[in-house]
């Protein structure tokens, strides 16, 4: 993180230094990268053959870039992950409001002091983490929060309203040599969206009837719901002209890579065994198919990233509260993450009262599609008849693991317990809990055995 050596105009001469333009500089990075064979986009799922592509190909051609898609499908983050092909460093005027390059300063100022002071000029290095600017637009955003307004105070000194010196820089003017980031780009007030045509195109601006002609080097990047950003949504048609691409992004389109998000990104306070995050990942995907959830809203990945750090605090509070050393998650804690996350979901006009029916019955469906890619082909008759000829195996969120495995119903000589647990990685008594509590929960669900439920525990009997 040490940054270059030179300190003035005069020593980065000297270096041998030559500017480049943004978009050369994300181009040339982005090449290098692929040459390399680096992913540049570390972190993203499921947009390797579909979006990623677009991006790239959109960098390379020096667009502006729209990504348009419902919430939760990684928008931001791709976002962000432009940060990347910055430069690490990157020389600037010191003092320059704007973050000048020192031998093309553009503001008045910049422009009479590197006048004055030659070669002596001062120079500071940004790195490029502090060359991307990110603004949530909101009903209450303003002209002069984007692009700029006449300081009062610089007036009071004694300036006049003509002076360029008078002007409070907005955000994106300040992004120049960098990237600014608009999310949620038309939930802009139609004002502020016109205020943004000649700073994206013509690279003017217009501030109270004065213009300022400013050769802005700034990639405007920016997110949206394909719902608002259309001829009947509240995005004027000038503005969706002056991006160079729109690009739609998605939800991870298989299973493996809708887990790989969630095990990214929840922040789990015990351990979550991977057939659980399968079941979120299963339970998520049906939600999104389901014609009882409005879709044009979608089913955010944050969905199943909240229920996975949900239930794991419900594995370390039954560990906490019964004394086990170590919190697993168990089917059993699925539970908790229906009860709290029903109101992440938007439902169809029409299925008011039912959403706890619905959430229930895609999650059994989700359980049941887990045990059949995990436990098809094991042979569980031996555990169906125990229970069918009166054992019963107690379970729930006061129940431990110890004390669950202790209650399962004796198979003589079989080993049909380990290879449930094998087949599911399951070692410890945690995750061998876990696991039959899978078979078992499948077997209810096959209609195989019965499950009462009450004052904190389930009975399968």
Do not use: C
Request: glycine share 10%; proline share 5%; charged share 25%.
């Amino acid at each position: 993180m040490t940054a270059p050596e030179p300190r003035t105009v005069g020593q980065l001469r000297a270096s041998g230094h030559e500017p480049k333009k943004l978009r050369q500089e994300i181009r040339d990075n982005l090449l290098a990268r692929l040459r390399a064979g680096e992913d540049p986009w570390p972190g993203l799922h499921g947009f390797g053959d579909s979006v990623i592509p677009q991006v790239e190909r959109a960098l390379l051609a020096g667009h502006d870039v729209v990504l348009l898609g419902e919430r939760g499908q990684g928008k931001t983050r791709l976002l962000r992950a432009l940060v990347g092909l910055l430069d690490e460093w990157t020389p600037v005027i010191d003092g320059s409001e704007l973050g000048e390059h020192p031998f093309e300063p553009i503001t008045p100022a910049s422009i009479r002091r590197a006048a004055e002071l030659g070669d002596d000029l001062p120079v500071t290095w940004r790195h490029r983490s502090e060359r991307y600017a990110e603004k949530l637009a909101t009903p209450d955003t303003s002209v002069a929060d984007l692009i700029g307004d006449v300081d009062p105070m610089k007036v009071a000194e004694g300036r006049s309203l003509g002076d360029p010196e008078t002007i409070h820089f907005g955000l994106i003017p300040r992004s120049h040599r960098g990237m600014v980031a608009i999310n949620e780009l038309p939930d802009l007030a139609e004002r502020i969206q016109v205020a943004m045509l000649n700073v994206m195109e013509e690279r003017d601006i217009q501030i109270r009837g004065y213009v300022l002609r400013l050769p802005l080097d700034v990639l405007v990047v920016a997110s949206a719901n394909p719902e608002d950003y259309t001829n009947r949504g509240r995005i004027i048609t000038p503005l969706k002209d002056r991006f160079g691409a729109e690009i739609r992004t998605h939800y991870p389109r298989e299973i493996e890579e809708e887990i790989a998000v969630i095990a990214q990104e929840a922040h789990l306070v015990a351990r979550v065994p991977a057939h659980l995050l399968e079941v979120l990942a299963r339970f998520t995907r049906a939600l999104r198919a389901s014609s009882s959830v409005d879709q044009r809203s979608g089913v955010s990945a944050r969905f199943a990233i909240a229920g996975a750090e949900t239930i794991a605090a419900a594995a370390l509070h039954r560990a906490t509260t019964r004394g086990e050393d170590v919190a697993v998650a168990r089917v059993i804690d699925l539970e908790t993450a229906v009860a709290v996350l029903g109101g992440k979901i938007e439902f169809e006009t029409g299925e008011e009262g039912r959403e706890p029916e619905i959430l229930t019955h895609l999650l059994r469906t989700a359980i049941a599609e887990t045990v059949r890619a995990h436990l098809g082909g094991v042979d569980l008759r031996l555990l169906v008849d125990a229970i069918e000829g009166g054992a019963t195996v107690t379970t729930g969120a006061r129940v431990s693991a110890r004390d669950f495995l202790a209650g399962l119903p004796v198979l003589g000589e079989s080993d049909l317990y380990d290879q449930v647990t094998d087949r599911l990685g399951a070692t410890d008594d945690g995750s061998r809990a876990g696991a039959i509590e899978l078979a078992l929960e499948g077997l209810y669900l096959a209609r195989r055995i019965g499950k009462e439920t009450g004052a904190g525990e389930t009975v399968y009997g």
